[in-house]
């Protein structure tokens, strides 16, 4: 007879290379549960299948609840700046130009085109269409800009 404990090793395994094939990041708690059921079930032979099945049960939840939020802060939360903006957001780089492509009439916002993208655009003076304008600082998805 097949020690359980190899089998729940196997389901462990198995759960952690789908986890590498698959998105989400949920499959590797219930590796992570499988093969602490393994060594249980190693370390104590004499195991019933319906105290392996609670073990895998609360492991497996348990390391869920306490531990994926922690960890998906840790290695895939996006990288932030001291503003606390998203990197991946802040694109314009402060002194790189671009075009006026709708007048610019404080307090309203105009329209640039700036790295190849039509952006909305703030200044403290009128910009009319077809300025150059110079970057001077980004906040959110707005670009503030200065005539050149």
Known sequence: MVDPAL????IGVMLFVLELVL???VLFFFATGALL??????LVPATSVALQ????????LGTLLSLRGVI?????APAATAEGEDVDRQLAVPGD????????APPAEGRIKYSGTSWRATADERIEE???VAVVRQQ?????????
């Not at 059921?37 to 190693?42: D, G, I, P, Y």
Request: hydrophobic letters at 55%; a positive charge; one cysteine or more.
């Open 7 to 10: 089998y729940w090793l196997i």
């Open 23 to 25: 998105p989400g990041f």
């Open 37 to 42: 059921t393994a060594l249980v079930a190693w």
């Open 53 to 60: 099945l609670a073990l895998f049960s609360i492991a497996s």
């Open 72 to 76: 998906q802060k840790r290695f895939f």
């Open 97 to 104: 130009r671009g075009v006026v492509c709708s007048t610019i």
């Open 130 to 132: 077809g300025e150059i």
């Open 140 to 148: 959110g998805l707005v670009i503030h800009v200065e005539k050149v």
